[in-house]
């Protein structure tokens, strides 16, 4: 379990990219998606920790990660609009998923 910077690389089948620009380019997939009525590519989540509520809007797929392999990427925002800044998870567990990564790496 750990945690990326913007600048880490995502690889994908065809080419490599940097974490903000695949974060960008999942942005805009999730933007045509609510505007076709399709499901979107981030979705909200909410985690209680001692009576406080955080919201987040996640995606959450397997990748391979430079200079880590086969990881679980979480891309974590907490503005709707997915304006803000976006925070990078990662996990050698395949089938967690976003909710269960981001409590726990956020205790962390």
Wanted: glycine content about 4%; hydrophobic content about 30%.
């Amino acid at each position: 379990m750990g945690t990326l910077a913007r600048d880490d690389l995502v690889l994908l089948k065809q080419s490599q990219q940097r974490l903000d620009a695949f974060d960008a380019h999942l942005r805009q997939e999730h933007h045509q998606a609510i505007k076709a009525d399709r499901q979107p590519v981030f979705r909200k989540l909410s985690i209680t920790d001692k009576g406080d509520k955080e919201t987040y809007y996640s995606s959450c797929q397997t990748h391979r990660i430079h200079n880590f392999g086969k990881h679980r990427l979480v891309i974590n925002h907490r503005q709707a609009d997915l304006s803000d800044a976006a925070t990078y998870f990662i996990s050698n567990q395949l089938k967690w998923q976003a909710r269960g990564i981001t409590r726990i790496r956020r205790h962390r």
